[in-house]
């Protein structure tokens, strides 16, 4: 079985992740931090060796479920339609959990910059790569907004996505600037992502209903 190149590049950031966990792992404390509140302040801990091997290990799932899916999904001639786009989505969540993971090693080994700033921007920039995504993905089981009205109709599921990857987009940049909000940032955060995500699914209802009854 060939292997694309964008494949080999999530391998590498997998392997990178590792080796980063076998470079922390003598520098830490029995117990770290690896939880933060909304205000950027720790509330929870964990045993170094859980704590440094758990993130790496998920990375290697997910590397997996995403390397499976374009082989397994009934659709996946649809996925080979967009499938750069797609490799490419799977290279820039594995590299914020390394983000995530990086900046919480940082943190336990005395360089301590705030969650507070960085998750909210991190997770802005994922939202607005999403969004573009979005707007190029095909019709399948596994990637994008799948509602019971999207899997029914290609039309539903375009448009869909069309206005899914401005909503993402803006949604992007609503959580970078609510860095500046400080605690309040990851409730905007967490109510944005439930408008849209409503707001989404009834939109597709509403677009289906359409289609019906033409």
Do not use: C
């Amino acid at each position: 079985m060939a292997y694309r190149r964008n494949e080999w590049l999530m391998v590498m950031m997998v392997l990178a992740s590792v080796l980063m966990a076998g470079w922390f792992y003598p520098q830490l404390p029995e117990v770290v931090a690896s939880h933060w509140n909304a205000e950027g302040r720790v509330d929870g801990y964990m045993d170094k060796g859980m704590a440094t091997f758990m993130l790496p290990g998920m990375m290697l799932l997910l590397a997996a479920l995403f390397f499976v899916i374009p082989r397994i999904d009934p659709l996946k001639e649809n996925i080979e339609k967009f499938r750069d786009a797609y490799e490419e989505m799977v290279i820039v969540i594995l590299a914020f959990f390394l983000f995530i993971y990086l900046q919480t090693m940082l943190w336990n080994i005395g360089i301590q910059i705030s969650v507070a700033l960085t998750v909210p921007f991190g997770v802005g920039l994922l939202f607005i790569y999403l969004g573009f995504l979005l707007q190029k993905a095909k019709r399948n089981w596994f990637v994008g907004i799948r509602t019971p009205w999207t899997m029914s109709s290609d039309r539903v599921w375009e448009k869909t996505h069309k206005v899914g990857g401005k909503l993402f987009k803006a949604m992007g940049i609503v959580m970078i600037l609510s860095i500046f909000l400080g605690g309040l940032a990851f409730y905007v955060m967490i109510a944005g992502m439930l408008m849209v995500v409503a707001y989404l699914f009834w939109y597709s209802y509403v677009e289906y209903e359409k289609e019906k009854n033409r």
